[in-house]
């Protein structure tokens, strides 16, 4: 910790074992061993991606036993369990974990094409137990939700007779479900883990290669030397620096432990209140699973599921985003003016010159992935030419701290196969889920049903949507959050007409804010336990600053041109893109001002709905809807002005 005169800074490492979420601190000769099988596993991911033809098969399988088994040494059993070394029951998952993978790695032709796929006993007990222990891990690296969810839907696999109503169907046998969830690429060893075990890694390393050459401080000083002179710049700074980070984490609580560090102290030293610090910090982090180009890697599996490009899905994340980190700095700057706050003193701020100087070829990698995916290459070549480009940049720095070392390697290695544990896990274990899914066809169902009961009224369609991937996604990280609701949520949607892209960005970002809507928002929680602050006050504040985003997902399924796709009957252009901009810019404000409850001063209640009014009319696809809109905004605005110079006037006189 440093101290730099008006606030400290936090260095993320400081708070390695939150960001952790639970993993172990492993000391001496166990350090090590973890440490080696990181290596091993980030190497393994680098030779199949790279330098190596082997099958998908063979590849996914060794890939998710290396996986099984940093998991086991790296998340203790119980939070009582000893965190620096391993236990018992340590070695017998991890041999459990190799056995199962392994005696399948040895056999898949065997049983495929010596016995046509027709498993014996044998194969069905090695599945169980891969089965088994794939839960466990789940369960000590991303938490109860998804074995639990895993669970039920094997049960609802096996026990379909016994369900009422549209969920009933003729069930399926032991066997059978095991033989699709275990020998075949339907189940755990399907799209998802192959998404995992290629781009998601590749772009996990690319993280940590930035992180060691120390791109994760540039973002922050850059933020810094951008926002932080302006009014309430700190909490500016938060957005800016989050949004850049939380990209490549892919975790809103990750992103909130390490950025949030920096920058909530930094707020509360300009008199913001805590869990108004907290409740940005939480807001702008969760904002990070859905900021282009990678989204947390969901973006890899969004393309995978549609049938498009990558490029597609981070071309229509540009605006969204946008859109929600404009409503983010809008509401900090309301609460700035609100509480006549100031930004931080010159002297405090870096020279933005002067860090671009030491470290901006350090931004030179990103312009590299982003450009080498816009030119049409593969994002796994695009991730090989980021890590290749961060460490060339890093020689090129003026800073001799950022040049990647053999050690810096060694360090990228070890961290990228510890950020790979919690989403590939997650990639694994959903595998299930979207086998039964797809097995009972309760998807195709559920999205009929839902679409007949609402009588296919859209916006009553999107309500039940929201609410089901809100809940559905609690305390998931953003790909398996996305998975969950893909394969349940989603379909309802394109049965109702929304564009299949805009359908799967709608519950794709509500399963996202699911991080900052209670009861169950661990990433407002997590800023309130560095803001000291109260957690539920702060969820709900979270909520509060965040609300605008809440309405972009129906903007985008109303009106697809925000995700840069044609409605029907409609062509893309400059105009028309910039048209939607510029309306929802300003309807996002209008509605900051509605629910900040403050313009150039407090809003009386009929300024409030006037600008709530104008705010959702502006918000609305259409042309009449957006002059009717800037109609009524402008004449709350003219009205407010008049009232406050009225005020001060009367005010100067006496």
Same mark, same amino acid.
């Given at each position: 910790?440093?101290?730099?005169?008006?606030?400290?800074?936090?260095?993320?490492?400081?708070?390695?074992?939150?960001?952790?979420?639970?993993?172990?601190?492993?000391?001496?000769?166990?350090?090590?061993?973890?440490?080696?099988?990181?290596?091993?596993?980030?190497?393994?991911?680098?030779?199949?991606?790279?330098?190596?033809?082997?099958?998908?098969?063979?590849?996914?399988?060794?890939?998710?036993?290396?996986?099984?088994?940093?998991?086991?040494?790296?998340?203790?059993?119980?939070?009582?369990?000893?965190?620096?070394?391993?236990?018992?029951?340590?070695?017998?998952?991890?041999?459990?974990?190799?056995?199962?993978?392994?005696?399948?790695?040895?056999?898949?032709?065997?049983?495929?094409?010596?016995?046509?796929?027709?498993?014996?006993?044998?194969?069905?007990?090695?599945?169980?137990?891969?089965?088994?222990?794939?839960?466990?891990?789940?369960?000590?690296?991303?938490?109860?939700?998804?074995?639990?969810?895993?669970?039920?839907?094997?049960?609802?696999?096996?026990? $379909?007779?016994?369900? !009422?109503? +549209?969920? /009933?169907? %003729?069930? =399926?046998?032991?066997?059978?479900? @095991?033989?699709?969830? #275990?020998?075949?690429?339907?189940?755990?060893?399907?799209?998802?883990?192959?998404?995992?075990?290629?781009?998601?890694?590749?772009?996990?390393?690319?993280?940590?290669?930035?992180?060691?050459?120390?791109?994760?401080?540039?973002?922050?000083?850059?933020?810094?030397?951008?926002?932080?002179?302006?009014?309430?710049?700190?909490?500016?700074?938060?957005?800016?620096?989050?949004?850049?980070?939380?990209?490549?984490?892919?975790?809103?609580?990750?992103?909130?432990?390490?950025?949030?560090?920096?920058?909530?102290?930094?707020?509360?030293?300009?008199?913001?209140?805590?869990?108004?610090?907290?409740?940005?910090?939480?807001?702008?982090?969760?904002? $990070?699973?859905?900021? !282009?180009? +990678?989204? /947390?890697? %969901?973006? =890899?599996?969004?393309?995978?599921? @549609?049938?498009?490009? #990558?490029?597609?899905?981070?071309?229509?994340?540009?605006?969204?985003?946008?859109?929600?980190?404009?409503?983010?700095?809008?509401?900090?700057?309301?609460?700035?003016?609100?509480?006549?706050?100031?930004?931080?003193?010159?002297?405090?701020?870096?020279?933005?010159?002067?860090?671009?100087?030491?470290?901006?070829?350090?931004?030179?990698?990103?312009?590299?992935?982003?450009?080498?995916?816009?030119?049409?290459?593969?994002?796994?070549?695009?991730?090989?030419?980021?890590?290749?480009?961060?460490?060339?940049?890093?020689?090129?720095?003026?800073?001799?701290?950022?040049?990647?070392?053999?050690?810096?390697?060694?360090?990228?290695?070890?961290? $990228?196969?510890?950020?790979?544990?919690?989403? /590939?896990? %997650?990639?694994?274990?959903?595998?299930?889920?979207?086998?039964?899914?797809?097995?009972?066809?309760?998807?195709?169902?559920?999205?009929?049903?839902?679409?007949?009961?609402?009588?296919?009224?859209?916006?009553?369609?999107?309500?039940?949507?929201?609410?089901?991937?809100?809940?559905?996604?609690?305390?998931?990280?953003?790909?398996?959050?996305?998975?969950?609701?893909?394969?349940?949520?989603?379909?309802?949607?394109?049965?109702?007409?929304?564009?299949?892209?805009?359908?799967?960005?709608?519950?794709?970002?509500?399963?996202?804010?699911?991080?900052?809507?209670?009861?169950?928002?661990?990433?407002?929680?997590?800023?309130?336990?560095?803001?000291?602050?109260?957690?539920?006050?702060?969820?709900?504040?979270?909520?509060?600053?965040?609300?605008?985003?809440?309405?972009?997902?129906?903007?985008?399924?109303?009106?697809?041109?925000?995700?840069?796709?044609?409605?029907?009957?409609?062509?893309?252009?400059?105009?028309?893109?910039?048209?939607?901009?510029?309306?929802?810019?300003?309807?996002?404000?209008?509605?900051?001002?509605?629910?900040?409850?403050?313009?150039?001063?407090?809003?009386?209640?009929?300024?409030?709905?006037?600008?709530?009014?104008?705010?959702?009319?502006?918000?609305?696809?259409?042309?009449?809807?957006?002059?009717?809109?800037?109609?009524?905004?402008?004449?709350?605005?003219?009205?407010?002005?008049?009232?406050?110079?009225?005020?001060?006037?009367?005010?100067?006189?006496?």
């Amino acid at each position: 910790m440093t101290n730099t005169g008006e606030y400290q800074v936090i260095k993320p490492t400081d708070l390695d074992k939150e960001a952790g979420g639970g993993m172990r601190t492993l000391t001496g000769s166990y350090k090590v061993v973890a440490g080696t099988i990181a290596v091993l596993f980030s190497s393994f991911a680098i030779y199949t991606n790279g330098l190596s033809n082997i099958q998908e098969i063979y590849r996914n399988l060794i890939f998710l036993a290396i996986l099984l088994v940093l998991t086991f040494f790296l998340y203790p059993a119980r939070k009582s369990s000893n965190s620096q070394k391993f236990a018992l029951i340590d070695y017998v998952f991890v041999a459990l974990s190799i056995a199962g993978l392994g005696y399948l790695l040895l056999n898949y032709t065997t049983i495929h094409v010596d016995r046509g796929s027709q498993p014996i006993l044998i194969d069905y007990i090695f599945g169980a137990i891969t089965i088994i222990v794939l839960l466990e891990a789940a369960r000590r690296a991303v938490g109860l939700f998804i074995p639990i969810l895993c669970g039920s839907a094997i049960v609802y696999a096996l026990f $379909g007779t016994y369900f !009422p109503w +549209i969920f /009933g169907h %003729a069930g =399926f046998s032991l066997d059978r479900l @095991l033989y699709r969830l #275990y020998m075949t690429t339907e189940g755990v060893l399907g799209l998802t883990l192959s998404t995992a075990s290629t781009f998601i890694v590749m772009f996990v390393l690319f993280g940590a290669f930035l992180s060691v050459s120390g791109a994760t401080q540039l973002f922050n000083d850059l933020a810094l030397a951008i926002a932080g002179r302006k009014r309430g710049g700190p909490a500016q700074v938060a957005v800016i620096s989050s949004a850049l980070t939380g990209s490549l984490s892919g975790s809103a609580v990750a992103n909130v432990a390490t950025t949030g560090a920096f920058t909530i102290p930094l707020m509360k030293s300009i008199g913001l209140k805590p869990k108004f610090a907290a409740a940005v910090e939480a807001a702008a982090s969760t904002g $990070g699973m859905i900021m !282009p180009p +990678i989204m /947390g890697a %969901a973006a =890899f599996i969004m393309a995978g599921f @549609l049938g498009i490009s #990558y490029t597609t899905v981070i071309l229509a994340a540009i605006i969204p985003s946008f859109l929600y980190y404009m409503a983010l700095i809008f509401a900090i700057d309301i609460e700035a003016k609100k509480l006549g706050l100031k930004g931080i003193s010159k002297e405090n701020i870096p020279n933005v010159f002067q860090i671009l100087k030491d470290r901006g070829v350090l931004l030179i990698p990103i312009i590299v992935v982003i450009g080498t995916l816009l030119v049409g290459k593969t994002a796994l070549f695009a991730g090989f030419a980021g890590i290749g480009s961060v460490i060339v940049a890093s020689w090129l720095t003026r800073d001799k701290s950022s040049r990647i070392t053999f050690s810096k390697v060694i360090q990228a290695f070890i961290e $990228g196969g510890k950020g790979t544990i919690q989403v /590939g896990v %997650a990639c694994a274990a959903i595998g299930i889920i979207i086998c039964v899914v797809t097995m009972t066809g309760i998807g195709s169902t559920l999205a009929f049903n839902i679409v007949e009961m609402t009588g296919g009224t859209l916006w009553l369609i999107l309500v039940v949507v929201m609410l089901t991937c809100i809940v559905l996604s609690m305390g998931l990280p953003s790909t398996a959050l996305y998975i969950v609701v893909a394969v349940t949520a989603a379909p309802a949607l394109i049965e109702a007409g929304v564009n299949p892209i805009a359908a799967h960005f709608f519950v794709f970002w509500f399963g996202a804010l699911s991080n900052i809507t209670p009861p169950v928002a661990l990433a407002s929680y997590t800023a309130a336990g560095l803001a000291g602050a109260n957690a539920m006050q702060t969820s709900w504040e979270a909520l509060r600053i965040s609300l605008p985003g809440f309405i972009i997902p129906f903007m985008i399924a109303y009106n697809p041109i925000i995700l840069l796709q044609p409605g029907d009957g409609e062509t893309l252009s400059i105009l028309s893109i910039a048209l939607v901009v510029i309306t929802c810019t300003a309807g996002i404000y209008a509605l900051a001002c509605a629910l900040g409850n403050y313009l150039n001063g407090k809003l009386t209640i009929v300024e409030r709905i006037l600008f709530f009014a104008g705010a959702i009319l502006l918000i609305k696809p259409g042309m009449l809807t957006d002059i009717a809109g800037l109609i009524i905004c402008s004449a709350a605005v003219l009205f407010h002005l008049a009232r406050v110079k009225r005020r001060e006037s009367m005010e100067l006189s006496i």
